[in-house]
């Protein structure tokens, strides 16, 4: 699977952005999704997991009410939009897939590149 990032870039804290995540190579709708992202001098940590089948959503207690994961299988796609964003939101985002638990235990089989979210305060 390859994983491709897009939407990152600088905004005011308060506000809104939307990262997306293309996939390709096998078969998009038989894996988990994810995000993660890690902040200068820091480790890569969760944010958000969506199941395959789209029936289940996880969050990191950081972000849950304020982001919200969704995927498009038709598009090979998977979403997170970022509401009410904080400057310690910033930090490289990260896609990631897997068929298993692996993921959210942030040891996925495959990740994509990351894509720098700037919150200004």
């Known amino acids: 699977v390859q994983l491709q990032a897009f939407g990152g870039g600088l905004v005011q804290a308060g506000g809104s952005l939307s990262l997306s995540c293309a996939a390709s190579?096998?078969?998009?709708?038989?894996?988990?999704m994810g995000w993660f992202r890690q902040a200068p001098g820091k480790e890569r940590e969760f944010v958000a997991a969506?199941?395959?089948?789209?029936?289940?959503?996880y969050y990191a207690d950081s972000v849950k009410g304020r982001f919200t994961i969704s995927r498009d299988d038709a598009k090979n796609t998977v979403y997170l939009q970022m509401t009410s964003l904080r400057p310690e939101d910033t930090a490289v985002y990260y896609c990631?897939?897997?068929?298993?638990?692996?993921?959210?235990?942030?040891?996925?089989?495959?990740w994509g590149q990351g894509t720098q979210v700037t919150v200004s305060s």
């Open positions: 190579g096998r078969t998009f709708s038989r894996y988990h």
């Open positions: 990631a897939a897997d068929q298993s638990g692996r993921l959210r235990l942030g040891v996925p089989a495959y």
């Open positions: 969506i199941s395959w089948s789209g029936g289940r959503t």
